[in-house]
């Protein structure tokens, strides 16, 4: 069975500054892909960033890097210089990766709770 | 513009009525999928396509019933809902290639349900 944690329901952070989101996983699976998600109150889902399990660095996109720490199970966002447009719902998720028949590898990709994030001027 | 088109986005029925949400790609993804969120909470898996077929029925009620025409559309017809269906659902596309790694979902904006 997979779980995702995230503990913070609420964060504000001051415009500029950087800010981290938490996200812990549990999986059976060997091997993983940890996601996150941004989603603004007009409700779309907007893809952030990736990690594999087995990526040997941890991923950076833009001003979005993922703190991975593989033996902790936990896969942090890290958002630096936050804007106002920041502000938002983030959601962490994971999927296991199969090697089997075509219909498994599509597989399941569940969400944590999610984080409100608010940005303030 | 998002690459994955929802209609419509906002949809009031009662619980007698029929109708259908619809969703588009033009990605080339083989990989579709229906979530259902409600307010404040994390979306919940309901459906997966996988080359237009059925892989994945979250234990979905019956008055949910998921079509996947061609590999670019996904319909989800609605029939005999009760209030407590009300709430945003969304689609999204991903590659379904054998052995990848991201295969990233990209979701569309929503369709925004409410039953009277």
């Known amino acids: 069975a997979q779980k995702i944690t995230q503990t913070q329901p609420g964060m504000f952070v001051q415009e500029k500054e950087a800010v981290t989101l938490d996200c812990t996983y549990d999986t059976s699976d060997p091997s993983y892909g940890l996601f996150w998600y941004k989603q603004p109150s007009s409700g779309e889902m907007i893809f952030l960033i990736y990690?594999?399990?087995?990526?040997?660095q941890n991923a950076t996109e833009g001003r979005y890097s993922l703190n991975f720490q593989k033996a902790r199970k936990s896969a942090n966002l890290v958002i630096s210089a936050s804007q106002l447009g920041d502000s938002a719902m983030y959601f962490c998720a994971m999927r296991g990766i199969t090697l089997g028949d075509r219909s498994s590898n599509t597989g399941k990709l569940i969400f944590g709770q999610g984080t409100t994030l608010q940005v303030k001027p | 513009d998002t690459e994955v088109t929802q209609t419509p986005k906002h949809l009031v029925m009662g619980m007698t009525n029929k109708k259908s949400l619809k969703c588009e790609q033009h990605?080339?993804?083989?990989?579709m999928y229906w979530y259902k969120q409600k307010a404040k909470k994390p979306p919940e898996l309901m459906f997966v396509?996988?080359?237009?077929?059925?892989?994945i029925n979250e234990s979905v009620p019956s008055r949910f019933s998921p079509e996947c025409p061609n590999s670019s559309l996904l319909n989800l017809h609605l029939h005999a809902l009760q209030p407590e269906d009300s709430a945003l659902y969304l689609c999204?596309?991903?590659?379904?290639?054998?052995?990848?790694?991201?295969?990233?979902?990209?979701f569309g904006a929503g369709s925004r349900l409410t039953v009277l």
């Open positions: 396509y996988s080359y237009e077929k059925l892989s």
């Open positions: 990690q594999g399990s087995y990526d040997q």
């Open positions: 999204a596309s991903s590659q379904a290639s054998r052995g990848s790694g991201a295969n990233v979902l990209t």
């Open positions: 990605m080339g993804h083989r990989a």
